[in-house]
């Protein structure tokens, strides 16, 4: 039996993201849509013009302003939660007191580490699956880049530059979640202004040096979006260096090329190497949500791993603040991110 969802805030990812778009899933109600798992029963946002729109491209007539009567009237087994990251924790509280089995939850997932450990312990405690939506978790590309590394494939990683823009908790979320994901546990980070604007102000974009416990260091640099887009991750191996495009999931592998007798040194040359992407991203988070409560399928992207992505971003902000830098573990919890 299919189970019965909705999803709460209709902005770009809940639901407008797919407005010009067709063929791909890019946003949680056209994921909760289309996926085999579910029937999509009811949607809820405050803005009765967007409820009107998405009522009727996706031929929900329960639709709601207030998110209480919806949970408490329409007896869902699954909830998106697309709202600001400041009212994650009361909308998961809502939720739990009304019986729901699973979360998927938009990043980050809040704006304090004190309330992310609050909805991490109320759906462990109420036994209800959590996902967060980092998306690249669910994306085969990055395990197979993830496994070149791990083997050593083109020997140990001396250095990673990356590029990003859209602000340290929009974009830089998903940046800092797969810097663990591909590299491991942070060990400290130092933060630096940028002056290359966020198009959020109250989201800013930062520069930083991340260190990794096992030794990588990441430094971390940011663009002004109003140029260009751009999001990359350049790793410089011993024997290689693997470009990856994090708008498109392509990369570009380089290996070294014989040695000139007219250089002291070898230089790098272009390898022809694919990897292979997963399609529809959020609807595999959705659907390993689905995994997680029928068939006890392990979560890809855990309150844990979305607890861990917000503690980088707070220890930046720390370190901006406090001009020094920044061992993890953090031992406060009560800083606030600006979630709008």
Sequence with gaps: MKLRSGVIGLGRIGAGFDDNITKSINTHASAHYKSKNIKLISLCDVD??????????????????????????ESLDIVSICTHSDSHLKLVKQAIKYNIKGIYL??????SLSDALEIINLC???????QINHQRRFDKFYYNIKNLIEKKSFGSIQ???????????NTGSHILDLIEFLFGNISWVEGKKSLNLSNNLSDPNLNGIIRTKSGITCNLHSINLKNYGLAEFDILFEKGR?????????SKFFTIAPRQSNLSYPLL????KNISRSKNLILLGLDNLCNSINNDESILCSGKNGY????????????????????????????????K
């Design 48 to 73: 009765s013009k967007k409820l009107k729109k998405y009522g009727k491209k996706y031929n929900i007539s329960s639709i709601y302003h207030d998110f209480q009567k919806m949970l408490r009237q």
């Design 106 to 111: 938009e990043k980050p997932i809040s704006n």
């Design 124 to 130: 462990k405690i109420n036994n209800v699956s959590l």
């Design 159 to 169: 250095n990673v530059v990356i590029y990003y823009g859209g602000g340290i908790t």
């Design 242 to 250: 693997m470009k990856i495009d994090l708008i498109k999931a392509t």
């Design 269 to 272: 040359i272009p390898m022809n």
């Design 308 to 339: 861990s992505s917000l503690e980088i971003i707070v220890a930046l902000l720390i370190s901006i603040k406090s001009k020094s830098k920044i061992n993890l573990p953090i031992n406060t919890n009560t800083y606030k991110i600006n979630s």
